[in-house]
């Protein structure tokens, strides 16, 4: 899967900057922030990409299994490593918090990855997770794409917010609170200003997830 996303990283890059693409990012963007007041310096991204959440966020370090996509973060000033979020090359509880933004999906061993990135933070410290919900209007959408041999869409695996809640529970996670954006349609006009709820109901096309390390592993 790394040289899809080696192939398509400027493509990918460039999609932000279309009128769609920075409706959407706006929108995901400002639902992630709704959820940390606080500062990102001691923060990673995990699967940074091309490094736009990170650099919109403040956040200075982000890993990828993707050198291209890398390049790009780095022009954006992000301090880029090459690695795959199921083993991540930071000792125990070093890091304040990490964003997955519509990471999870993607990555090959997700439990592992969440106990993984528990296994870096701080005591206290917080995950915040970006998805697309499997059973949104943008999930079916997204998971037509795939069907249809989407380069990108055809790697995922979406899931809904209650699983993915389970998930980072069963690491060792417990949930802190919740935002929900993108309540247009795919193909609409978007939302001159981006509409974001504090609920995993609704019709959310993207929701953020906050959660907190807990005190042990769960087995």
């Known amino acids: 899967m790394r040289q899809v ?8 890059d460039r999609w932000y900057d279309t009128r769609e693409g920075a409706a959407i990012f ?6 992630l922030v709704s959820l940390h007041k606080g500062p990102f310096d001691s923060w990673l991204e995990v699967a940074v990409g091309t490094g736009r959440f990170a650099c919109a966020l403040g956040i200075p370090m982000g890993i990828d299994f993707s050198p291209k996509m890398l390049e790009i973060a ?22 304040d918090g990490i964003l997955m933004a519509l990471t999870l999906c993607f990555v090959s061993d997700a439990p592992q990855a969440l106990l993984e ?4 933070l701080r005591p206290g410290g917080r995950l915040l997770l970006g998805m697309v919900p499997a059973d949104s209007v943008w999930g079916r959408a997204y998971e037509e794409k795939a069907a249809k041999g989407h380069p990108v869409y055809a790697h995922a695996k ?4 209650a699983e993915t809640t389970e998930l980072a529970q069963r690491a060792g ?7 929900g954006t993108l309540f247009w349609k795919p193909g609409q006009t978007a939302e001159s200003e981006p509409k974001i709820t504090f ?13 907190r390390k807990e005190g042990e592993n769960r087995p």
């Open 158 to 161: 979406f899931s809904t917010a």
């Open 26 to 31: 706006r929108a995901e963007r400002d639902c």
């Open 173 to 179: 996670f417990a949930l802190c609170d919740t935002a």
């Open 117 to 120: 990135c528990r296994r870096v």
């Open 199 to 211: 609920s995993r109901g609704g019709d959310a096309g993207f929701l953020g997830l906050l959660f």
């Open 74 to 95: 780095a022009s954006r000033g992000i301090s880029s490593i090459v690695g795959n979020a199921e083993q991540l090359p930071f000792g125990e509880a070093c890091l």
């Open 5 to 12: 996303f080696d192939s398509i990283a400027d493509a990918y």
